[in-house]
């Protein structure tokens, strides 16, 4: 998959809500209630993960989970980002 360049970037984020630009990559942090809920979250957005066959960098603080997405043997950001950010928004 190719890398999208700025236009490309700009029309992907405009329909996936939630997620900003930083760097090379697209983020988005979550809040629960508690760890627990985090946690479950974290477990949903694996199986997402796996049936995309494309993963995310997880951070987890406590109550809150931050989600990285970018495609790495691209160097960037991919159609396979964007697609996969918005099918994690459902969760």
């Given at each position: ?6 236009d ?11 997620w900003?630009l930083?760097?090379?990559a ?5 809040t ?6 985090a946690?479950a979250?974290v477990n ?10 494309h993963?995310?960098d997880i951070?987890i603080?406590?109550?809150?989970v931050t989600?990285?997405q970018?495609?790495h ?6 159609e396979?980002d964007?697609r996969l950010a918005?099918?994690?928004n459902?969760l």
């Amino acid at each position: 998959m190719d890398r999208l360049d700025s236009d490309a970037i700009d029309r992907e984020l405009a329909t996936t809500p939630g997620w900003e630009l930083a760097e090379d990559a697209i983020v988005k942090t979550v809040t629960f209630k508690d760890f627990k809920e985090a946690m479950a979250f974290v477990n949903r957005v694996a199986e997402v993960a796996e049936e995309h066959n494309h993963h995310p960098d997880i951070a987890i603080r406590w109550n809150k989970v931050t989600l990285t997405q970018s495609t790495h043997v691209a160097g960037g950001l991919t159609e396979y980002d964007f697609r996969l950010a918005r099918h994690l928004n459902e969760l």
